[in-house]
């Protein structure tokens, strides 16, 4: 079970912190990851997260703005995103996966529901 929080309406060059909150013991021994989906788009990777944190993965657009992170302790996995467009405006999900390809949604396993970030210009 995955609950995303942190999402709001910010301005362009503006931060936003992402969490997503995962319940049950074994949160460790999962890979995670952030997609997105904005209106009339298609879903799209954003980063990914190794089970340990050695391993971190970034889309092209978001590369030195955003940055995942995990506490396995807090069964918890963040989304730092700095700098932030318009075009960052989108419903963002966090993912979790036991294996496969850490940038493609049909590896992955469980949802949650997502949270709005929106950037006005």
């Known amino acids: 079970h995955l609950v995303e929080s942190g999402g709001g309406l910010v301005q362009a060059g503006g931060s936003l912190r992402l969490s997503c909150a995962a319940s049950g013991r074994t949160f460790r021994s999962y890979d995670m990851g952030w997609f997105r989906q904005a209106p009339g788009k298609e879903r799209e990777f954003v980063a990914a997260?190794?089970?340990?944190?050695?391993?971190?993965y970034y889309a092209d657009s978001v590369k030195g703005r955003f940055t995942i992170s995990r506490d396995n302790a807090q069964n918890t996995v963040y989304l730092q995103m700095n700098s932030l467009k318009p075009e960052d405006t989108a419903v963002y999900y966090c993912?979790?996966?036991?294996?496969?390809?850490?940038?493609?949604?049909?590896?992955?396993?469980?949802w949650g529901q997502g949270t709005q970030v929106t950037v006005s210009s």
């Open positions: 993912a979790a996966r036991t294996s496969g390809v850490p940038t493609e949604g049909s590896e992955y396993d469980y």
């Open positions: 997260i190794s089970w340990n944190g050695r391993r971190t």
